[in-house]
């Protein structure tokens, strides 16, 4: 698979949403964190916390 596309946007959403099935917006949270190219990072992370919590500490950690 060739990767031609690596600027977030509708055409390529972050690690997060993709495994979600969710739509990638332009102020996604999970985005900075969890890059389109590195899927394994938010894949273990969700593993280990679930989808919800992981939200919840990284709007915590956009209002700090
Ligand atoms: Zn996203």
Do not use: I
Not at 19 to 26: F, H, P, S, T, V
């Amino acid at each position: 698979m060739k990767e031609g596309n690596k600027k977030q946007g509708a055409a390529s959403p972050c690690a997060a949403c993709k495994l979600l099935r969710r739509r990638c917006a332009q102020d996604c949270v999970f985005a900075p964190y969890f890059p389109a190219d590195e899927p394994h990072k938010f894949a273990n992370v969700h593993k280990v916390f679930g989808a919800s919590n992981v939200n919840k500490m990284l709007q915590v950690l956009n209002s700090l």
